[in-house]
Antibody, heavy 123, light 107 residues
């Protein structure tokens, strides 16, 4: 059974840094691109970015690129999101998701999601 | 950035009805659109990928269609478990972007 379990969230002050983790199980982690997606308290969904299966390439939402860094440790089947200089607008539930890519048309789909971890930025 | 506009924002339906949810992209995204369902307190769940491909285990009452800028998700014979928020997502260009969602409620 595929499982994605996020951790590392909580209450953090504006300007601080925070690192989220996502431990994967039930599939060969090193075969898949992985992504982070967040959902605000108002339910707005935002794609943060993704990382190639071997960790050699990342994509980011331009608005977050300078503050957020995605990395992975395939030996530990773990995905990370390093957040720096956090702001109140970063308050959200953060989801780790598995991205499957396939077909001649280079389709993508996010077929497994973690339960999410809440990050609250407040003084 | 490609803006995904979903309509309606919410809709009321009765069990057994057929409903159509819409998603319009601000620029062409080909068939690079997925649909996700989110019930209260749960993580999003994949329904449709590549605009029209039903994900494994998704009931055939869910049908996706569209190309370019206009996409639809049709639910035939709505069941109680379908009452949820539905999001479209485009991955035709970075940043990938979601619509604001359509909330399907019981009439």
């Amino acid at each position: 059974e595929v499982q994605l379990v996020e951790s590392g969230g909580g209450l953090v002050q504006p300007g601080a840094s925070l690192k989220l983790s996502c431990v994967a199980s039930g599939f060969t982690f090193s075969d898949y691109w992985m992504s982070w997606v967040r959902q605000t308290p108002g339910k707005t969904m935002e794609w943060i970015g993704d990382i190639k299966y071997d960790g050699s390439y990342t994509n980011y939402a331009p608005s977050l690129k300078n503050r957020f860094t995605i990395s992975r440790d395939n030996a530990k089947s773990t995905l990370y999101l390093q957040m720096s200089n956090v702001r109140s607008e970063d308050t959200a539930t953060y989801y780790c998701t598995r991205c499957t890519r396939g077909g001649l048309l280079l389709l993508q789909w996010w077929d497994y999601w973690g339960q999410g971890v809440m990050v609250t930025v407040s003084s | 950035e490609t803006v995904m506009t979903q309509s309606p924002t919410s809709m009321s339906t009765s069990i057994g009805e057929r409903v159509t949810l819409n998603c319009k992209a601000s620029q062409s995204v080909g068939i690079n659109v997925d649909w996700y369902q989110q019930t209260p307190g749960q993580s999003p769940k994949l329904l449709i990928y590549g605009a029209s491909n039903r994900h494994t285990g998704v009931p055939d009452r869910f049908t996706g269609s569209g190309f370019g800028r206009d996409f639809t998700l049709t639910i035939s014979n709505v069941e109680a478990e379908d009452l949820a928020v539905y999001y479209c997502l485009q991955y035709g260009s970075i940043p990938y972007t979601f619509g604001a969602g359509t909330k399907l409620e019981l009439k």
